[in-house]
C-alpha cells in the first residue's frame, strides 16, 4: 500500500470534479484526482455530449427531409444507426481524452479506482494496481448520479434501457415507450421519433417538461404531438411484462388500467445520487434521499470535507457542478466567492423543438407574491426566425412589476439553448427592464425575440 499526501483529493472526475481540481490547481494547490470509471464522468461520456452528437445527427436528418421547402433536392434519404453511434461514442471519447490532457497540464495526479473515505481527510483507492492511501486536508466529494430504477421496470439491456443503453443501441426501437418526459426522456423520445420510431411518451405529472412554464410546456407538447409522438400526461407504468420481444406495460390513467405493446422501453424517471460505499455516513455525513447535505458553499458539515454537482442535489445540471466546483476550489484556497444562485442557473433541453428557461415561472413568481408583468414574443414575428425556416417558438419574460427586475425567461423554438444565456447575464446582474430595453441587439438575428419579449412586457413590443 502506498501512501500520498496532498493539498486537495477530489472524487469523481465528471464536470464538477475535473474543474475543481483545476481551479485547486491554479491556486497552487497539489491535487489528487480519483476516478473509478471515464475522465469526464457522465456528462462527458454517457450524458451531455454523447446524446448532443446524436441529436445533431437527427436534426440534419430532419433538415434533409424538409430540402425542398429550401429550393434543394435530396433523394434516397436514410440513415446508418451504428454510424450515427459511433460519431457520438468518437466525440465522447475525444473530450474525454481532452481531460487527461488538462490534467496533466495543469500537474494534478490521476487515481484510477473506487474509493472509500476510512476517516476525515483520507481517501482509500483501489484499482487494478492495488490500493493507494491519499492523505488531505480537504476532500471534495464529486461523484455524481445514476439513473434511477422503479421496482418492476428495471432496465435489461435487451427491452428496456436506461440512458446508457439508449446512447448505444443494438437495434433501432419500432415502437418505442418513454417513461418520464424531464429532458432525458423528451430527448430520447425526439432522437428516436425523428429517425421514425413509433413514440408513447408517459408522464406521471400533468403536462410534458413538468418544470417547464405551463405555456412552454404546452407550447413543446403542440410540436411533438404534431412530429408524431403520443404524449400520455397524469399516466402512471405499473409494470411491464416481457417476452417474446416484446414488452407490454400496463398504463394507469384516472383509475383505469390499459396495456399497450412495445419493442422498447426507456426508462428516465429520475436520479439517485451516488453515495453508497464512502463511508460518508460513518463520517457523520447527513444524506438524504441519496443527496448529500450542503449548505451554500457546499460544505457537508464535516470539516474539510466538500460535496459538489448532482450528489449535492438539484438542479442536477453540468455546469451547476462546474461552477460548484469553482467556488469550493476558491473557499479552500482562502478566497471568498459569491455562493451559487439556484435561480441564476439555466436549464436547457435539446429535443425539436429546444426549451430553454432561467429563474421563475409564471405560476412561481405568483405564488412567491410578486405582482409580475409578463411578455412574449412568437419566432413568426422574426425574420432570421423565417429566413431558417424555424416560425414555431416562443419567448416568454417575467418581470418584477414594482423594480423591473428579470424574474424569469422562458423560451421554446430553434437555438433557444445558445440563446439563453443572455438572460442568465441579465439574471446574474440583476439586469431591469430598462438595461434590456436600452440594449441594441443586431439585426437580423433570433436574439431580437429577447429584446422584443421585454417591450411587451411593457406593452412596447414594435414586430407583433
Known amino acids: 500500500m502506498a501512501e500520498h499526501s496532498f493539498d486537495v483529493?477530489?472524487?469523481?472526475?465528471?464536470?464538477?470534479?475535473?474543474?475543481?481540481?483545476?481551479?485547486?490547481?491554479q491556486l497552487g494547490k497539489k491535487v489528487a484526482i480519483v476516478e473509478r470509471e471515464h475522465l469526464g464522468g457522465i456528462c462527458l461520456n454517457w450524458g451531455c455530449i454523447p446524446t448532443k452528437a446524436l441529436l445533431r445527427s437527427a436534426e440534419v436528418f430532419h433538415l434533409m427531409h424538409r430540402a425542398k421547402?429550401?429550393?434543394?433536392?435530396?433523394?434516397?434519404?436514410?440513415?446508418?444507426?451504428?454510424?450515427?453511434?459511433?460519431?457520438?461514442?468518437?466525440?465522447?471519447?475525444?473530450?474525454?481524452?481532452?481531460?487527461?490532457?488538462?490534467?496533466?497540464k495543469n500537474k494534478i495526479t490521476v487515481f484510477m479506482g473506487k474509493a472509500t473515505i476510512p476517516a476525515v481527510g483520507k481517501v482509500s483507492v483501489k484499482g487494478d494496481k492495488g490500493e493507494d492511501t491519499l492523505k488531505a486536508p480537504d476532500v471534495i466529494l464529486a461523484t455524481g448520479a445514476r439513473a434511477r430504477e422503479l421496482p418492476g421496470l428495471e432496465a435489461d439491456g435487451d427491452l428496456v434501457w436506461t440512458?446508457?443503453?439508449?446512447?448505444?443501441?443494438?437495434?433501432?426501437?419500432?415502437?418505442?415507450?418513454?417513461?418520464?418526459?424531464g429532458a432525458i426522456g423528451i430527448e430520447f423520445a425526439s432522437f428516436f421519433n425523428t429517425l421514425g420510431a413509433d413514440t408513447t411518451v408517459v408522464e406521471v405529472m400533468d403536462r410534458v417538461l413538468p418544470v417547464e412554464d405551463a405555456e412552454i410546456s404546452a407550447f413543446a407538447k403542440k410540436q411533438f404531438t404534431k412530429q408524431g409522438m403520443k404524449i400520455k400526461e397524469k399516466t402512471t407504468v405499473k409494470k411491464l411484462d416481457r417476452g417474446n420481444g416484446k414488452v407490454t406495460a400496463h398504463l394507469e390513467a384516472g383509475g383505469k388500467t390499459t396495456t399497450e405493446e412495445f419493442d422498447t422501453v426507456i426508462s428516465a424517471v429520475g436520479i439517485v445520487g451516488n453515495v453508497e460505499g464512502l463511508g460518508l455516513e460513518e463520517l457523520g455525513v447527513k444524506i438524504d434521499r441519496t443527496h448529500v447535505v450542503v449548505d451554500e458553499y457546499c460544505r457537508t458539515g464535516v470539516k474539510g470535507l466538500w460535496a459538489i454537482g448532482?450528489?449535492?442535489?438539484?438542479?442536477?445540471?453540468?455546469?451547476?457542478?462546474?461552477?460548484?466546483?469553482?467556488?469550493?476550489?476558491?473557499?479552500?484556497?482562502?478566497?471568498?466567492?459569491?455562493?451559487?444562485?439556484?435561480?441564476?442557473i439555466a436549464g436547457c433541453t435539446y429535443c425539436h423543438p429546444q426549451v430553454a428557461s432561467v429563474g421563475l415561472t409564471e405560476a412561481k413568481a405568483k405564488e412567491a407574491g410578486y405582482d409580475i408583468k409578463v411578455g412574449r414574443f412568437p419566432f413568426i414575428g422574426n425574420g432570421k426566425a423565417i429566413a431558417l425556416g424555424e416560425p414555431e417558438g416562443l419567448v416568454k419574460t417575467i418581470f418584477d412589476a414594482k423594480t423591473g427586475e428579470l424574474l424569469g425567461a422562458h423560451m421554446v423554438g430553434a437555438e433557444v439553448t445558445e440563446l439563453i444565456r443572455g438572460y442568465v447575464i441579465g439574471r446574474t446582474l440583476e439586469t431591469t427592464e430598462e438595461d434590456l430595453m436600452h440594449t441594441v441587439?443586431?439585426?437580423?438575428?433570433?436574439?431580437?425575440?429577447?429584446?422584443?419579449?421585454?417591450?411587451?412586457?411593457?406593452?412596447?413590443?414594435?414586430?407583433?
Open 69 to 104: 421547402d429550401f429550393g434543394l433536392s435530396a433523394d434516397k434519404i436514410g440513415f446508418d444507426l451504428a454510424a450515427v453511434v459511433k460519431r457520438s461514442r468518437g466525440v465522447a471519447g475525444q473530450l474525454s481524452g481532452g481531460i487527461g490532457h488538462l490534467m496533466k
Open 441 to 464: 441587439f443586431p439585426h437580423p438575428t433570433l436574439s431580437e425575440m429577447m429584446h422584443e419579449s421585454v417591450l411587451d412586457a411593457y406593452g412596447r413590443a414594435l414586430h407583433y
Open 163 to 181: 440512458y446508457k443503453h439508449a446512447l448505444d443501441p443494438k437495434r433501432m426501437p419500432k415502437k418505442l415507450l418513454v417513461i418520464g418526459s
Open 9 to 25: 483529493v477530489v472524487i469523481g472526475a465528471g464536470p464538477g470534479g475535473y474543474v475543481a481540481a483545476i481551479r485547486a490547481a
Open 310 to 344: 448532482d450528489i449535492a442535489g438539484a438542479p442536477w445540471l453540468a455546469h451547476k457542478a462546474s461552477h460548484e466546483g469553482v467556488i469550493v476550489a476558491e473557499m479552500i484556497a482562502g478566497r471568498h466567492p459569491h455562493p451559487i444562485k439556484p435561480n441564476t
